[in-house]
């Protein structure tokens, strides 16, 4: 039933999730906890944006972090944009 998806959903390992306001977008950024020491963010061609975390970094430092890399995000989203196929 829907009990699985539930619990799922209120793991603590789920990942949090960061809005990042630029200019007049706004963008959702999920962002997964890993061993890693920095923060790496991937944008996928379907325009999904994720961002991977060092574990030990607290939420307002990831988020932070991100919103430093907002322009760069617009950026990437912008040009994946421009070579979407028109269906």
Not at 25 to 32: G, H, K, S
Not at 48 to 69: D, F, G, K, W
Not at 76 to 84: C, I
């Amino acid at each position: 039933g829907h009990g699985a998806l539930w619990t799922k959903m209120s793991e603590p390992a789920s990942p949090e999730i960061v809005a990042v306001r630029y200019g007049d977008r706004e963008f959702t950024v999920p962002v997964v906890g890993t061993a890693r020491r920095t923060l790496a963010i991937t944008v996928y061609p379907d325009g999904t944006v994720v961002a991977r975390a060092p574990r030990v970094a607290t939420p307002e430092a990831v988020a932070l972090r991100i919103q430093r890399r907002a322009p760069w995000i617009a950026r990437q989203l912008a040009d994946l944009a421009r070579y979407e196929p028109k269906t």
